[in-house]
Each structure stands twice: as structure tokens, then as C-alpha cells.
């Protein structure tokens, strides 16, 4: 079964900070680095962060120093702590292995998260 649940958005105000959870079947989970992506209005789904099987992590430029990304191999879990959050961050986020957008079909519903005063 494949399967990915999203959880822990909401309302924050700038400053604030949320942790995002993802619970990923093992069939996407197993042996490959995971990510999260976001999508805001208008723009395309971009990554912002990804964890290899090891927990080497890679963030993007436009959040590094404020994300974190963490994941729990005998939970298939992965985590994103967004902290100093702020309105650009704004967007529904995604987890899903990390590959090329064309090559992904299947997403979960993804969490929403509002930055704003």
C-alpha cells in the first residue's frame, strides 16, 4: 500500500515555528532519501529540504538556518522543524522521496501551513 500522511500545519505568526510530520509507507520510505517539497499559490512544488538513508541532510538556500529536517527509520517518519518562520514560507507542504518532480505521481494531501500577523 502506498501511502503518505502529512500532519502538524496550521496558523503561525512570523517568528514562530512548526513541526511538520509525514508517516510514508515503506514501499516509498525503504532505501531512499526523503524530502519535503512546498507548493504556494501560483508557483511550482519546489524541495527544501531532504535526508538521505543516513541522515545527511540537504537544505535549500532559501531556508537553511531555520529548517531542519530529521527522519525515524523504524517508523517510517520524517520531520521538518520550520522555525523563524516567515509569510514567503507560506504554501501546502509535501513529503515524498526525493526524485525528479515528473517522476513523482503519488502525493499525499499535504499540510498547510499560514505564516502571517
Known amino acids: 500500500q502506498v501511502q503518505l500522511v502529512e500532519s502538524g500545519g496550521g496558523l503561525v505568526q512570523p517568528g514562530g515555528s512548526l513541526r511538520l510530520s509525514c508517516a510514508a509507507s515503506?514501499?516509498?520510505?525503504?532505501?531512499?532519501?526523503m524530502g519535503w517539497y512546498r507548493q504556494a499559490p501560483g508557483n511550482q512544488r519546489e524541495l527544501v529540504a531532504s535526508?538521505?538513508?543516513?541522515?545527511?541532510?540537504n537544505i535549500a538556500d532559501s531556508v537553511k538556518g531555520r529548517f531542519t529536517i530529521s527522519r525515524d527509520n523504524a517508523k517510517n517518519m520524517v520531520y521538518l522543524q520550520m522555525n523563524s518562520l516567515k509569510p514567503e514560507d507560506t504554501a501546502i507542504y509535501y513529503c515524498?522521496?526525493?526524485?525528479?518532480?515528473?517522476?513523482?505521481?503519488?502525493w499525499g494531501q499535504g499540510t498547510q501551513v499560514t505564516v502571517s500577523s
Open positions: 515503506g514501499s516509498i520510505f525503504n532505501f531512499n532519501s
Open positions: 515524498n522521496k526525493v526524485r525528479a518532480l515528473s517522476l513523482l505521481s503519488y
Open positions: 535526508i538521505t538513508t543516513g541522515g545527511r541532510a
